[in-house]
C-alpha cells in the first residue's frame, strides 16, 4: 500500500537551478494538492488539482507550475529556484466526493536553495 | 476567504495530566469541517480528529476530543492522560466546500515526565 510518494525526500539547489517534486498516489484520488511548510506559517497551498487535466493556484504559486497530465502523478517545478523557496514540501491526495474526506499526504520533501 | 487561527505557539503538559490546545476560525460556509493534524518530529501528517460542522455531537477518538463550538467558531482539542508519545507539533485545519485544506500556524506540545 504506496498511499502518496513523494520524490525526492532531501534536495540542495542553487539559485536559479530548476527542479521538480514528483508526487505520485496508486489510491484513483482526484484531488491532489501541494503545500509547503515554513516555521510559524503552518502548511499554505501552492497548486491544487481536482482532476486531470485540472488545475488551479492556491496561496502560494509564485515561482511553482503543476501539470496532471494522468490521475496518478501530480509534480510540482521549480522554474528558478530562490533562497525564499527553501522549505518541506507536502502532496496531499483526496478520494473524490463530498468534502471531509480523509486526506492522504506524503512524508514530504525538505528542500535547501542556497 | 477562509482563515484558521491558532494562539498558542508552545503549550507544555506533565505526562498523565489534561491539556487543551485552542483553535478559531473564520467561514461563511454552513457545511464544513474540521480537523486537528499531529506532526511529530519525523514531519509525518497524522489525523487526530475530524467534525463535521453539521454534528453537534463533540468528536472523540480515544483520549483526544474536541470541543467544538460552531456559533463561536472555536475547535479545541483536549488531550487526556497526555504521554509522551503526544509530544509534537498540533495543527487545527478547515475544508469547505472546495476541498482546499486551511491549517492554522501550529502548536508545539511538550509533554514533560
Redesign the interface.
Known sequence: NAGVTQTPKFQVLKTGQSMTLQCAQDMNHE?M?W?R?DP??????IH?S?GAGITDQ?EVPNGYNVSRSTTEDFPLRLLSAAPSQTS?Y?C?S?PSGA?????Y?G??SWLTVV | AQT?T?SQ?EMSVQEAETVTLSCTYDTSES???L?WYKQPPS???I?VI?Q?AYKQQNATENRFSVNFQKAAKSFSLKISDSQLGDAAMY?CAY????????????TLLAVQP
Open positions: 484531488y494538492s503545500y511548510q510559524g506559517m503552518g502548511l499554505r497551498l491544487y481536482v492556491g518541506v507536502f496531499a483526496i468534502s471531509g474526506n480523509t486526506i499526504f512524508e514530504g | 484558521v491558532q505557539p457545511d464544513y469541517y480537523f514531519r509525518q501528517m489525523l475530524r463535521e495543527f475544508s469547505g466546500a472546495t476541498n482546499k485544506l486551511i491549517f492554522g500556524t501550529g
